[in-house]
């Protein structure tokens, strides 16, 4: 079965890290572009960052710019989001999306929690 | 960045009606346009890519149009399970920006 599944997500307090991890199962997950896309508790989808097949170009929201990094190793069919700095504001369901280059996000995990709160 | 917006944000509606939810973007996007069914407490399922293509599985009752930056999706024959929020999301270019929802709920 085709899935993705996000780990890592948690409490942590106002200028902190986490680092969430998505794993990937029954897709050529290495000719893949992967995102993250996120969701505040009753709020609408954000797109997070994404990241080419082959980890050469990576694109940000402007708000995580220069506190998240994306990145991913092809050989562990993994995605990573490195998160420093977080602020409330970074709090939601972070979700790992695979994405056609031009076209829709098509496989979507179901979502890690992070929680930025003191 | 590409500000999409959608309207209206709420709707409610019968089964059985025909449902449209617009979609605009803040410049020409060509046909780089998708739309997502969320319901609550799952992730977003991808309906309609490149602004009328049906993806794979996705009932015939939902069908998209446009180009350019004004955009639709319809349903007809609105049953049970479409009782959701939808999404558009351009993919033309990063930020690759969604609208803010529209939540169908029953009348």
């Known amino acids: 079965e085709v899935q993705l599944v996000e780990s890592g997500g948690g409490l942590v307090q106002p200028g902190g890290s986490l680092s969430l991890s998505c794993a990937a199962s029954?897709?050529?997950?290495?000719?893949?572009?992967m995102s993250w896309v996120r969701q505040a508790p009753g709020k609408g989808l954000e797109w997070v960052a994404n990241?080419?097949?082959?980890?050469?170009?990576?694109n940000y929201v402007d708000s995580v710019k220069g506190r998240f990094t994306i990145s991913r190793d092809n050989a562990e069919n993994s995605l990573y989001l490195q998160m420093n700095s977080l602020r409330a504001e970074d709090t939601a369901l972070y979700y790992c999306?695979?994405?056609?280059?031009?076209?829709?996000?098509?496989?979507w995990g179901q979502g890690t929690m992070v929680t930025v709160s003191s | 960045d590409i500000q999409m917006t959608q309207s209206p944000s709420s709707l409610s509606a019968s089964v059985g009606d025909r449902v449209t939810i617009t979609c605009r973007a803040s410049?020409?996007?060509?046909?780089?346009l998708n739309w997502y069914q969320q319901k609550p407490g799952k992730a977003p399922k991808v309906l309609i890519y490149?602004?009328?293509s049906l993806q794979s599985g996705v009932p015939s009752r939902f069908s998209g149009s446009g180009s350019g930056t004004d955009f639709t999706l319809t349903i007809t024959n609105l049953q049970p399970e479409d009782f959701a929020t939808y999404y558009c999301?351009?993919?033309?270019?990063?930020?690759?920006?969604f609208g803010q929802g529209t939540k169908v709920e029953i009348k």
């Open positions: 999301q351009q993919s033309h270019s990063a930020p690759r920006t």
């Open positions: 410049q020409s996007i060509s046909n780089y």
């Open positions: 490149a602004a009328s």
């Open positions: 029954a897709f050529t997950f290495s000719t893949y572009w």
């Open positions: 999306a695979s994405m056609i280059f031009g076209g829709p996000f098509d496989i």
């Open positions: 990241i080419k097949a082959d980890g050469s170009e990576k």
